[in-house]
């Protein structure tokens, strides 16, 4: 691949660890990065989904460290390549970290007896950076980059792909504050797509376009749960990041909870598709502390026709005057590490939640019963951001040796736009497609 043009779509978790795979081992060809967002240096709090780093890079940071959580990984790769690749996205945080010695793996052995009668909970290692750490992460990461020769092109949308010239089409959002003059066409020898949960309806459009088959993903849709963290310190002491799971099978439903976050814990506002929804964030630094936890309760539905758009239709239902909705039986909704208050509309009731979301809301609900079992002092001490969802685009079929379509192998798919979850397993399969381009 000595002077190829490689191009990546995306500047999230999975791009940026592949370019960064393709610098350290003196890739000779040219490495393009394209994003609708801005560079870490310029990249406002409140533009979540895009920008360096995507959606992982203003998340609180959470490494998760088995194959089991976020995708398939060891299923193409086998159990030993993942976990070094884990290693290697890791490692790269690690590097770019300004206190790399912070950055703590929490291990959890056993699963405790307390929640067994309510509740499956799964323990893996977790590494914690912090939403904090991780924008000075970005940062050091980005000058990296453009001193290895990368070239990016901000605040730019690519419109069109043709797969058969190898050329894309784009439109520049800023053309006077964007880094770099665009033309209207670039053409690639190499391309690796990784839009990110902002760009599944482009990458559902190519799919259509060229009849690319792929893979119906479930709906993976519910709330942001917040509550002050001694309620849970017991669960919390045994592992940061804990995921409590439970299924019903005859309905098609399981749910689990998801991104757990601690000690300087807020709720974040996220905006895809014009749409408010809710994610969550936690800072390493003790002056931010404010003991609260909170974490996503996530429905996953399968059997739904076209979940994507079904998903979407929902979230349009649970907006209020242009945001999402806050519910508790007695607390007032939170505010975020910046202090403003989070932007939802407070309810008085669940008919509203429950009426968009018919039939799946009462399974949250019953979720959230067993937890004040499981957590007795909770009782009526909590909240509820509504929604949080993952749109996930139906996955491509790729081949499992390069993650290359089988038509056009030269564009491959990483990240969200491959239904990875998480920024492990998205940082390992950028890693894994740069492997593949420096030995091809």
């Known amino acids: 691949m000595a002077n190829k043009n490689v191009v ?7 791009n940026v660890n592949a370019a960064t795979k393709l610098v350290d081992n003196g890739f000779k060809g040219k490495i393009t990065i394209i994003d609708m967002g ?3 240096y310029l990249r406002p709090y409140e533009e979540v989904m895009t920008g360096f780093l995507g959606a992982g890079g203003w998340s609180d940071g959470k490494l998760t460290y088995h194959t089991s959580i976020g995708g398939q990984l060891s299923k193409y790769c086998g159990e030993e390549k993942a976990m ?3 290693d290697q996205v ?3 945080f690690k590097r770019f970290h300004p206190k790399p010695e912070e950055v703590q793996c929490s291990n959890p052995i056993a699963e405790p007896e307390f929640i067994k009668p309510y509740f499956g909970l799964r323990l893996f290692p977790v590494w914690h950076v912090g939403t904090d750490y991780l924008h000075e992460i970005g940062k050091n990461w980005y000058d990296f980059l453009v001193d290895g020769g990368v070239e990016f092109y901000w605040e730019t949308k690519v419109t069109d792909i043709d797969f058969e010239n190898q050329t894309l089409d784009m439109v520049q959002q800023n053309p006077i504050k964007t880094s770099k003059f665009l033309e209207d066409e ?3 020898d190499k391309l690796i797509f990784g839009v990110g949960k902002s760009g599944i309806d482009f990458g559902k459009q190519l799919a259509e376009h060229y009849d690319l088959p792929t893979e119906p993903k479930p709906v993976q849709i519910g709330v942001r749960f917040e509550a002050p963290q001694k309620h849970f310190q017991k669960l919390i002491d045994i ?4 995921k409590l799971y439970r299924k019903f099978e005859e309905a098609g439903v399981s749910l ?3 991104c757990t976050n601690n000690n300087a814990a807020y709720v974040a506002v996220e905006e895809t598709y014009g749409d408010h929804s809710y994610n969550g964030h936690a800072k390493k630094d003790e002056a931010f502390r404010n003991d609260m936890t909170n974490f996503g309760i996530l429905m996953e539905v399968r059997g739904i026709e076209k979940p994507f758009e079904w998903s979407r239709d929902v979230v349009k239902k649970l907006q209020i005057d242009g945001t999402g909705l806050y519910y508790s039986p007695t607390r007032e909704p939170s505010t975020t590490s910046e202090g403003v208050d989070v932007s939802a509309v407070k309810v008085d009731t669940l008919h509203h939640i429950s009426k968009a979301m018919q039939p799946y809301f009462w399974y949250v609900l019953d979720f959230i019963e067993d937890m004040k079992k499981v957590f007795p002092t909770l009782k009526d001490d909590w909240g509820i951001y509504v929604p949080e969802v993952k749109y996930l685009s139906p996955e491509p079929l790729v081949d499992y040796s390069n993650l290359a379509l089988t038509k056009y192998p030269n564009v491959h798919f990483v990240g969200d736009a491959l239904s ?6 998205s940082g390992a399969q950028g890693t894994y497609v740069a492997e593949y381009i420096l030995d091809n």
């Open 256 to 258: 689990r909870s998801f």
């Open 38 to 40: 801005k560079d870490p």
């Open 420 to 425: 990875a979850r998480g920024i492990t397993v």
């Open 186 to 188: 670039m053409s690639y």
């Open 84 to 86: 070094e690749l884990f």
């Open 8 to 14: 990546m779509i995306g500047a999230g978790v999975a």
């Open 239 to 242: 592992s940061y990041d804990f």
């Open 90 to 92: 890791i490692d790269n």
